[in-house]
């Protein structure tokens, strides 16, 4: 008898875990980075303050590095393309197919998810070719909508 009951509390204490564990109401899906792809694309359609670090985790894979922006927020990188695969043959004659990675010299895009401080993604940067030279989601997303940054927010040079 005793021990049923510690398999039902078992049971209930594991099913409720789930329950916690499981995130409340419907998340977007947030768009793949692929190389093929305009990078504007999945700019514009990424939802942004709505994708926690789980989430993205659980969409995109283990980040290939995480880093520290300037602005002090957290960032997790993605590379994509910039690998080349090369055929090497063992001394026991076995042939390996190797990937080698030089993002700087096959061309390969980058995208950065920035988190604040709630662990949500509230940016998406992408480069390409080494330091940052490319777009933002936020920037994407602003001049889809026809918003330009104003002079009060961004003062002219003079």
Do not use: C
């Not at 942004?48 to 995109?60: M, P, S, V």
């Not at 290939?64 to 990188?77: D, I």
């Not at 330091?131 to 940054?149: M, S, W």
């Amino acid at each position: 008898m005793a021990k049923h009951v510690v398999w039902g509390a078992f049971a209930l204490l594991l099913v409720s875990g789930f329950g916690m564990a499981a995130p409340s109401g419907n998340l977007p899906m947030p768009p793949e980075f692929e190389k093929a792809k305009d990078p504007r694309d999945p700019l514009a359609a990424y939802p942004l303050g709505q994708i926690d670090k789980q989430a993205a985790f659980l969409h995109h894979g283990k980040a290939h590095r995480f880093v520290t922006l300037p602005n002090g927020k957290e960032g997790w990188v993605y590379t994509i393309g910039g690998e080349r695969e090369h055929m090497y043959r063992g001394p026991t004659g076995q042939t390996q197919t190797v990937r080698e990675s030089h993002p700087e010299s096959y061309g390969a895009r980058s995208f950065t998810l920035e988190f604040d401080d709630q662990g949500r993604v509230i940016d998406v940067l992408y480069n390409e070719k080494g330091p940052h030279n490319g777009l933002t989601a936020l920037q994407v997303q602003r001049e889809k909508k026809g918003d330009r940054p104003s002079d009060q927010e961004y003062p002219p040079k003079r």
